[in-house]
């Protein structure tokens, strides 16, 4: 994995969401530095998805900024790359695995397309089923293509919302390896899990969230395993 060139850092102000009456976040501020390898933690319910779909353009907040950063903690010009892992996989089933990989390539200006959807078939495990429709795919290999996808543009931000669903203990490690490698390589991570785990060992930093309120953070005094046993008790 090559470092990263332009490594972004996410500044999060007074963020508030609302559903009619009902508030997902509350006036969250939260800087991540570039890097960073954030675990959100937090109950069903704590806000965490939520956070994750503001920052990556999904969701707009009712109130409140997000503000992507260079290493200087200023400013970027521009939006950085951003890959994104959601609850949904965001593949289409009456695609072969190629054909979704490619369309999004295509969809991000990526050179050379047929190639980058080759290399990330072979690193997710899927190179054998390239010319399967995602619709005979088991929940495990959907989370795979969903992985894949998110990777194609070599983003500097990668966000994960419960990014080992449905992957089986292989899945799960290479997950881990994968991860490891870009954190390495100064991607910023943020990933939302349940729990100690393989991949929550990788973490550089832990935020737990409760009733859209940040609670706890290992930055301000909090320690990682007392935030993700908590949290998984």
Same mark, same amino acid.
């Given at each position: ?22 508030? &997902? ?15 959100? &933690? ?37 939006? /950085? ?22 369309? +999004? ?5 990526? &050179?050379? /397309? ?22 005979? +795919? ?24 419960? /990014?080992? *669903? ?18 390495? &390589? ?31 953070? *290992? ?10 046993? +908590?949290?998984?008790?």
């Amino acid at each position: 994995m090559t470092p990263v060139d332009s490594p972004a850092g996410i500044r999060f102000e007074n963020i508030e969401k609302r559903y009619g009456g009902l508030y &997902a976040l509350r006036r969250v501020s939260l800087e991540i530095a570039a890097g960073e390898c954030v675990v959100l &933690a937090g109950r069903n319910g704590s806000g965490k998805t939520t956070l994750l779909r503001i920052a990556a353009g999904l969701v707009r907040p009712s109130s409140g900024s997000v503000t992507f950063l260079d290493s200087g903690k200023g400013p970027m010009q521009g939006a /950085p790359k951003v890959g994104f892992v959601g609850h949904a996989t965001m593949v289409y089933d009456e695609l072969t695995a190629e054909e979704n990989l490619v369309l +999004f390539a295509r969809l991000l200006g990526i &050179a050379e /397309p047929a190639d980058r959807a080759g290399i990330l078939l072979a690193e997710v495990g899927l190179d054998d089923r390239r010319s399967s429709l995602v619709r005979t +795919f088991s929940r495990g290999m959907r989370q795979r293509m969903a992985i894949a996808r998110a990777l194609l543009n070599q983003p500097e931000v990668l966000l994960l919302d419960e /990014p080992a *669903t449905g992957l089986d203990p292989q899945g799960v490690s290479w997950l881990a390896e994968t991860l490891r490698r870009m954190r390495d &390589a100064g991607h910023t991570i943020v990933m939302s899990l349940h729990g100690k785990s393989e991949i929550s060992s990788l973490a550089t930093r832990a935020v737990r969230l409760e009733a859209g309120s940040v609670m706890a953070d *290992t930055r301000t005094g909090g320690s990682l395993s007392s935030i993700l046993t +908590f949290v998984g008790a």
